[in-house]
C-alpha cells in the first residue's frame, strides 16, 4: 500500500473530521449491506474510522502509524497486508474493503485471500470511488498525496473482479452527490450506481 498513508495519518484522519457529512454519509450506504451480526474484518482499516464506527472488531493494515489510532478505537488490528492475511479460513462472516482496494498491489489477491476467511455464506463488502463519475474524475486530477498513487476502478470492472474471485448476488448502493466539502447533511444512499461518487458494493461467497 502507498506509504503515503503512514507518513501523513494525521491528516488522513483528520479528512473525517473536516467532511463530516461526507463520512457519515458513507457510513449511512455501508450499513445498508453490512451484516448485523457476526465476527468482521476490515482489510485496510486505517486509523480506525469505519470498523470503529460500523462495529467491525477486526482490521488489518500495513501502517504502524494508523493501527496505533485504531487500537485506540478499540478495533482489533494486525499489522500484514490484504495479500496475504494472517487468519484461518472460514474466520469471518464478513469482509469489508472500505477505499482500499485502489490502493493495494494485487487487488485479485486481495479479494481471493477475503474469500479464504470468509466463511459459507460470507459476504464481501468493497467501497470504492467510481472512477466514471464526477467525483472519481475531481480525485484522478487533484493533486493529493493519497490519491495520486490509487488505480480507480469502474463499478463492472469491480463487479467482474469479484465474480473471478468467487463471489456472487451483487447489491450495489451509492452516496456522495456533491464534492465532500460541500455537503453539510447526511445524504441519503440509493440503490445502484451511476449518480454518486461514493459505491457500496456487496456480494456472497459461493
Do not use: H
Not at 449511512?28 to 480506525?48: H, N, S, Y
Not at 469505519?50 to 485506540?72: V, Y
Not at 455464506?121 to 463519475?133: A, E, L, M, P, Y
Not at 470492472?157 to 464534492?179: C, M, N, R, S, V
Amino acid at each position: 500500500m502507498n506509504n503515503s498513508f503512514d507518513k501523513y495519518y494525521k491528516k488522513y484522519d483528520a479528512w473525517y473530521d473536516k467532511n463530516k457529512f461526507a463520512y457519515l454519509s458513507e457510513l449511512e450506504a455501508i450499513k445498508k449491506v453490512l451484516p448485523r451480526d457476526g465476527r468482521g474484518l476490515e482489510i485496510g482499516v486505517g486509523t480506525g474510522r469505519f470498523a470503529a464506527a460500523l462495529g467491525i472488531t477486526a482490521g488489518i493494515d500495513p501502517s504502524k502509524n494508523m493501527i496505533t489510532i485504531a487500537k485506540k478505537r478499540g478495533v482489533n488490528v494486525r499489522l500484514g497486508s490484504g495479500e496475504r492475511l494472517p487468519f484461518k479460513n472460514n474466520t469471518f462472516n464478513y469482509v469489508a474493503i472500505i477505499i482500499t482496494l485502489c490502493f493495494v498491489r494485487n487487488p485479485r489477491q486481495v479479494l481471493k485471500e477475503s474469500r479464504r476467511v470468509l466463511k459459507k455464506n460470507g459476504k464481501i463488502i468493497v467501497c470504492v470511488v467510481d472512477r466514471d463519475s464526477f467525483l472519481g474524475k475531481y480525485y484522478q486530477k487533484k493533486k493529493s498525496v493519497f490519491y495520486m498513487q490509487a488505480i480507480f476502478f469502474g463499478i463492472k470492472e469491480i463487479t467482474d473482479l469479484l465474480k473471478d474471485a468467487g463471489f456472487f448476488k451483487f447489491l450495489y448502493y451509492q452516496t456522495l452527490y456533491d464534492l465532500p466539502p460541500a455537503i453539510k447533511a447526511v445524504q441519503e444512499p440509493r440503490k445502484k450506481f451511476g449518480q454518486g461518487g461514493f459505491v457500496v458494493i456487496s456480494g456472497e461467497k459461493k
